[in-house]
């Protein structure tokens, strides 16, 4: 903490130093970035009171990620929770699940998102910038809100009278990844259309322990569309999309003399399974998906308009989403989805933006949503549900000479109603209560009304020094695995017991930042504080005999509420001379610190906090615009992170993660012929040194042991060359 408050006392001493570089920052082309997240219409990314990591294309595709949430680590302050490559959540400053709002398309992802093995149902290759709210949000998105919010932007309309696109293909070599995305998009007179295709594939993963790692194969087949019009009144365009991934789903049983990996067979009798060892061959194999195995799909449909009406502009969003996810996991049934859980959702939203006056900017709307979740399989986890969100609110934001003040108002109200659920004797659904039944769910009814609140101010002391603070307070309602979940959570194996007696979630978080950017130097320093009152997480149950409480041969868990406080922040120090133009070093330093009020020590941390994390890189770039390669580049970068060892080990369910450091380098260069760009070429190796490592938010850390080894779980993929080809259609010069 000391570091930090030097760090903006030498900032502030500097400032009459600093102000004589004002003229010549501006000359050197200097232009502060916008963002679009959190607020009504774009605003200066310096001017907004929260803290705000950005990623654009370059960014995107510098890196060697295997889906959009990998991707988003690279920012300080999020992480993510893991199962393999192909199921990732996003994780901000300790707080994940239904603490932090997905934004995709302009609306809210609705997916199910309460699990660990549910996965964020996004093409990563649809996404052109990403923008990640760092702080409680539910002013403009609601209930959920209260970590953050990522903000997915999709392409942007093509310039008037033009059509382009691009052919993507990546490959990597580590888990043998094939992908391809195809994107065409044009602008003709004002209507605008584009479409995005995306197919992958990929076997198992490695490292350097484990080998090839059974059932870690995955493949999606995305289609994406949408056409609309875009006018000087404005725009209105409708959105289709249909995400398809198919996933092994990683359990870690090996064979006990070898360490190999096994897999379940079915046994001649149809009634029991046995354990065989899985040959090289399955592990290479593409499209070779186990009985053990997932299927996720995604439709969506979004209407998004934007309409110039008075001296303001009316925003109107409509859409429906449709969430399907099965699992099968149970070999003796074969290959049978007895988890089947679908999940509709239609999300309205509607604002009005007045135009600016007097250095004012004013905004207000509503915005919510009417969701529905079925059991269609033969396994029951959670109940049956309608919920309805409605939310009202108000944002302004008012700048007098170098000080911005920002906040708004907004009220939230959630009904939620779970339903009844009565199986027979051989786990039958059955229509109602009868003399052999059992009851898996009650029926159950919650409203929740939450009021939520910011005020923020940001100052320029110059063009080159700000500083930021902002208060804000922010609300989330249960999810139904928390209020209303009874049966075996499959993959822990734990069982889960919900309580719809809980009250709603409140957080009031406190962020100060300072930051500087000169001709030589980006540096920014935030600390923020966040108190959430009603803080749910779950409780494993004892016998009345002693010991652990056992449903159906598993431990229960039961969830309960309680005060937690999180602390942290996060060091940006970037510098770019303008005397060596090809250099760029950036730093970035995140930690944060978790609690539970009112614990002893062997729970007095919360679960699954993120470590801290140190990461450098240096680029350096040569552009020659007179030859046929152009913009080269050379990056290294190193990733560190910190042991965690402030784990909630009351239950034996979680343990210390030792530290560990990643080295990361990255080439490429754009290739043109007779002045038109041909293709940009990517080379990214990550892990380049095969660090073997365990990541602390990773599920599969907690996998079985293997005896061979006396090593406990499934490490995180090793070293990883990706190799990607952009060939642009009707790239400019």
Request: aromatic share 12%; hydrophobic share 35%; net charge positive.
């Amino acid at each position: 903490m000391k570091k930090i408050f030097f760090t903006a006392v030498i900032a502030l001493a500097c400032i009459p130093q600093l102000k004589a570089q004002q003229d010549t920052i501006i000359k050197a082309g200097y232009l502060p970035e916008v963002i679009v997240t959190g607020v009504q219409s774009a605003t200066d990314k310096q001017k907004f009171p929260m803290a705000v990591g950005i990623l654009n294309q370059k960014d995107l595709l510098q890196n060697s990620s295997t889906n959009i949430i990998d991707a988003l680590s690279s920012i300080p302050g999020v992480s993510l929770i893991n199962i393999g490559p192909a199921i990732a959540k996003p994780v901000v400053r300790g707080l994940g699940y239904n603490r932090v709002v997905v934004i995709n398309d302009g609306i809210r992802q609705e997916g199910q998102q309460w699990g660990d093995e549910f996965g964020i149902e996004i093409d990563e290759y649809t996404v052109q910038r990403i923008e990640v709210l760092k702080g409680p949000a539910s002013l403009r998105y609601g209930s959920d809100a209260l970590a953050g919010v990522i903000n997915l932007l999709p392409q942007s309309f093509a310039p008037e009278g033009r059509m382009t696109g691009r052919f993507l293909t990546n490959y990597q070599t580590n888990n043998g990844l094939l992908a391809g995305n195809f994107l065409l998009g044009g602008n003709q007179k004002g209507f605008v259309w584009n479409i995005n295709y995306t197919y992958k594939t990929a076997h198992a993963y490695k490292n350097k322990y484990d080998g090839y790692v059974w059932n870690s194969n995955y493949g999606e087949n995305n289609l994406k569309a949408m056409f609309g019009v875009q006018k000087k009144w404005g725009f209105s365009t409708i959105t289709l999309s249909r995400f398809n991934l198919k996933t092994g789903i990683i359990e870690g049983a090996r064979d006990e003399v070898t360490g190999a990996f096994t897999k379940k067979v079915r046994n001649y009798d149809g009634t029991t399974d046995s354990a065989v060892t899985v040959t090289k061959d399955e592990l290479l194999r593409y499209n070779n998906y186990d009985i053990i195995h997932q299927q996720v799909r995604h439709n969506k449909l979004v209407w998004d308009n934007s309409f110039a009406l008075g001296n303001g502009r009316l925003g109107l969003k409509l859409a429906y989403q449709q969430s399907h996810r099965q699992e099968a996991n149970d070999v003796v049934l074969g290959d049978v989805y007895n988890f089947d859980f679908l999940q509709q959702t239609i999300n309205y939203d509607i604002g009005y933006a007045l135009a600016e006056t007097n250095n004012w900017k004013v905004s207000f709307g509503a915005n919510g949503m009417d969701q529905s979740f079925k059991n269609q399989g033969t396994a029951f986890l959670f109940p049956e549900y309608h919920s309805l969100d409605i939310g009202l609110y108000s944002l302004a934001q008012k700048t007098i000479h170098q000080l911005t003040l920002s906040g708004g108002l907004r009220f939230d109200n959630r009904h939620f109603k779970g339903d009844d659920l009565f199986i027979g004797p051989h786990g039958e659904r059955l229509s109602g209560p009868s003399a052999d039944a059992t009851q898996q769910f009650k029926a159950y009814t919650s409203n929740f009304s939450g009021v939520s609140g910011s005020i923020g101010a940001t100052y320029d002391f110059s063009s080159l020094v700000y500083a930021k603070i902002n208060i804000a307070r922010g609300y989330r309602a249960p999810n139904v695995a928390e209020s209303g979940s009874n049966g075996i959570h499959d993959g822990t194996p734990f069982y889960e017991i919900g309580d719809a007696n809980l009250k709603a979630e409140s957080s009031l978080q406190a962020d100060a930042a300072i930051g500087l950017h000169s001709n030589d130097f980006t540096v920014e320093a935030t600390l923020f504080s966040n108190q959430i009152n009603n803080y749910i997480f779950p409780i494993k149950l004892a016998s009345a005999l002693g010991g652990d409480s056992l449903r159906e041969a598993a431990p229960a868990f039961k969830f309960i509420a309680g005060d937690a406080v999180l602390k942290g922040g996060e060091i940006i120090v970037n510098y770019h001379p303008q005397l060596l133009k090809w250099l760029r070093w950036e730093n970035t330093f995140s930690f944060i610190s978790a609690i539970q009020k009112n614990q002893n020590d062997s729970s007095k941390y919360l679960p699954y906090t993120p470590p801290g994390k140190l990461q450098t890189k240096c680029w350096f770039s040569f552009s020659n615009n007179e030859h046929g390669i152009r913009n080269i580049y050379l990056s290294i970068g190193v990733d560190h992170f910190f042991e965690q060892n402030k784990v909630f080990y009351k239950f034996n369910n979680e343990t210390i993660t030792p530290g560990y450091t990643l080295l990361n380098i990255g080439a490429g260069a754009t290739i043109y012929a007779k002045k038109k760009q041909v293709v940009g070429i990517y080379l990214m190796a990550a892990n380049l040194t095969d660090v073997a490592y365990l990541s602390n938010m990773s599920r599969l850390k907690y996998a079985d042991i293997n005896n061979a080894t006396s090593r406990t779980g499934v490490y995180n993929m090793g070293r990883n060359i990706s190799i990607k080809l952009n060939f642009p259609i009707g790239a400019d010069k």
